[in-house]
């Protein structure tokens, strides 16, 4: 099984080609490969099929082998992967996913995918989308109580489920204990993805996330627009941040409820797996 390892902000992925090669049982694949003891590693696996709607389709485990609606960084390294691996050979990539078409922009220097702007759709405040139980039509400013804390959030759907919780010292919070008891947290039925966020200034935020499926990461790119939309949606930021994740910068651009993602992809090596 031949695979391409790939990071974005640090957030990495095993990527696939599943256009030439069919792959069953993907859900053991995942555990095994993205093992970091006794696999290759990553936060998850990512494989490239042929799409009946858009130009490719993008189909993501995570590392606990849970299937994943769609990913942020996962995204941009898909797009350098199918253009690069010549799946599919255009500067504006249609990609179907678990949330629908998305849009890849390449940025190119000698057809070299350099970075990597992504349509992310339309942000979702409905509770029934999220999911997140709720008699409210949105959720923002709500409070849960943990270990006899208050923490006030905020839930969107941009790909994948987020809350946002606005933090003024977030080196002083513990994201792998708070962030593992609130995505699976009762009224999250499909747990969620928790983002902890510091405003540092009206066009940038600091940002620290736990994801639903994968644990600590480095960073999350539906994280880092479902922080940007839900701190704009309270005034604290403008429509386009800079947002500074644990493994790099991402920029996102919001025009109204549309979020745009701009950051880079690159490959860290290739490989081959030969199962026992």
Avoid at 107 to 131: C, F, H, Q, W
Avoid at 233 to 242: G, H, Q, R, W, Y
Wanted: hydrophobic share 40%; proline share 1%; glycine share 10%.
């Amino acid at each position: 099984m031949k695979f391409k390892k790939m990071q974005g902000t640090g957030n990495d992925f095993l990527l696939l080609d599943g256009v030439k090669n069919k792959y069953k049982d993907c859900t053991t694949i995942a555990k095994k490969l993205c093992d970091r003891r006794y696999g290759v590693g990553g936060d998850g696996i990512i494989i490239a099929e042929e799409s009946l709607v858009a130009d490719i389709k993008m189909v993501y485990y995570n590392s606990d082998g849970s299937r994943g609606e769609m990913c942020g960084n996962g995204i941009r390294c898909f797009s350098k992967f199918v253009y690069e691996e010549g799946l599919v050979k255009k500067e504006e990539i249609k990609i179907e996913t678990g949330d629908g078409i998305k849009i890849a922009y390449l940025n190119l220097e000698k057809d070299v995918v350099k970075s990597v702007t992504i349509y992310m759709g339309k942000a979702r405040l409905n509770p029934e989308d999220i999911p997140v139980l709720s008699e409210k039509k949105k959720v923002l400013n709500e409070k849960i109580f943990l270990d006899n804390k208050e923490i006030k959030f905020s839930a969107v759907l941009i790909g994948v489920p987020h809350v946002v919780i606005i933090e003024k010292k977030l080196k002083e919070i513990d994201v792998n204990i708070l962030g593992e008891k609130i995505e699976k947290n009762k009224i999250f039925p499909k747990r969620i993805n928790v983002n902890f966020i510091e405003i540092l200034d009206r066009n940038r935020i600091s940002i620290k996330t736990w994801e639903r499926g994968a644990g600590r990461t480095l960073a999350c790119g539906t994280g880092s627009c479902s922080a940007v939309y839900i701190a704009n949606l309270l005034n604290l930021v403008d429509s386009e941040v800079d947002v500074e994740t644990e493994g790099g910068i991402l920029k996102i651009k919001l025009i109204k409820d549309k979020v745009y993602m701009t950051g880079s992809a690159e490959t860290t090596f290739k490989g081959e797996v030969v199962w026992e």
